[in-house]
């Protein structure tokens, strides 16, 4: 099975940056698309940003100039960087991987989620 394991959450200062980090416990090559989603309280959860293992990039309208998904191969690593924080950025931060499973189709793999809460 695959673990996702993240870091970097917290209290943060409205203008603030962030970076969280995911943490896989196999290769990214496995994975079809990586990323972060996040989910504010009595909000639906929302893809924020993901990158494909063809380096297709997607950012969320409300982070885009603000944001940056990086994938490290070698770490097994998905990194998110997020500056200019606002206090509609807090919400539960989760990574995700998908890929696909011989006869089984499409998976989708959660994190733990992280919070992070911006203070204004």
């Known amino acids: 099975q695959v673990h996702l394991v993240e870091s970097g959450g917290g209290l943060v200062q409205a203008g603030g940056s962030l970076r969280l980090s995911c943490v896989a416990s196999?290769?990214?090559?496995?994975?079809?698309?990586m990323g972060w989603y996040r989910q504010a309280p009595g909000k639906q959860r929302e893809k924020v940003a993901t990158v494909t293992d063809d380096d297709k990039i997607y950012y969320v309208d409300t982070v885009k100039g603000r944001a940056t998904i990086a994938r490290d191969d070698a770490k097994n690593a998905i990194y998110f960087e997020l500056s200019e924080l606002k206090a509609e950025d807090t919400a539960v931060y989760y990574c995700?991987?998908?890929?696909?499973?011989?006869?089984?189709?499409?998976?989708?793999?959660w994190g733990q989620g992280t919070q992070v809460t911006v203070s204004s």
């Open positions: 196999e290769s990214l090559g496995d994975f079809y698309d």
């Open positions: 995700a991987v998908k890929y696909w499973r011989h006869l089984r189709g499409w998976t989708t793999i």
